[in-house]
């Protein structure tokens, strides 16, 4: 192989690994098909009863009955020995089909009455959300 020839090789795989997978590869992913985490984590009031938390985790676990595309529901209360919580106490995780049940949820009228149920309880005082696709 002349050295044009390989100029060009390598300027191709360069190109082809900062582009990313081709969409003919059976290979590549997609981030819009297969599942999404939505990870949601709370900061509660300091004058938030248990009852409270509970009626909104219960309240939260609900939307998986009412709003299609909801795979699993879990949740987690804090347990870190490190103190790096910032005050986040609650961690609630919900995985949908893919992005478009997860784009379906956000406007839902279950999803909003949720909403209005944390407005209405005033126990939230701060919250954060990441969703993401899975990677291996």
Known sequence: ??????LLLS???SL???LGP??????ATNEKDGPVRHVVAFKYTSDATDDQIAEVTDAFRELRNS????????YG???SPEGQNDGFTHLYLITFEDEAARDAYLPHPEHEKFGALLGRLGVLEDAFVIDYVPQE
Do not use: K, Y
């Open 1 to 6: 192989m002349n050295m044009l020839s390989l």
């Open 11 to 13: 300027s191709a795989v």
């Open 16 to 18: 082809t690994m900062a």
């Open 22 to 27: 081709m969409q003919d590869d059976p290979n």
């Open 67 to 74: 709003i299609p595309g909801i795979v699993s529901f879990e």
């Open 77 to 79: 209360i804090n347990n």
